[in-house]
Nanobody
């Protein structure tokens, strides 16, 4: 069982930066592919990016490629989402999740142990 708690959201201006954190409980954190998703009201949860268990490999959605960076600290059971050059369209509730199928899928239903999310609001 894994419990995830996101933090670090808030209000930022366009062009600014925020760093989100996702703290995980459980001794097997380092074995999981971890992912970030985001959701705005009335829309489906959207894949943002993911990181391999050892932190070597990452993958990002086209909409955030080059602006967002995912990293992890397995000693602390934390995964990070560094968001730079923020845009108003990045406004959303951001979630981290465990990939149930490893690197195989990027859909929300292939992920689990969702946290409560942290709100990011970017003003223009």
């Amino acid at each position: 069982q894994v419990q995830l708690v996101e933090s670090g959201g808030g209000l930022a201006q366009a062009g600014g930066s925020l760093r989100l954190s996702c703290a995980a409980s459980g001794r097997t954190f380092s074995a999981y592919v971890m992912a970030w998703f985001r959701q705005v009201p009335g829309k489906e949860r959207e894949f943002v990016g993911r990181i391999s268990p050892g932190g070597i490999t990452t993958e990002y959605a086209d909409s955030v490629e080059g602006r967002f960076t995912i990293s992890r600290d397995n000693a602390k059971n934390i995964v990070y989402l560094q968001m730079n050059s923020l845009k108003p369209e990045d406004t959303a509730l951001y979630y981290c999740a465990v990939a149930r199928t490893g690197w195989a899928g990027k859909t929300p239903r292939e992920h689990g142990y969702w946290g409560q999310g942290t709100q990011v609001t970017v003003s223009s």
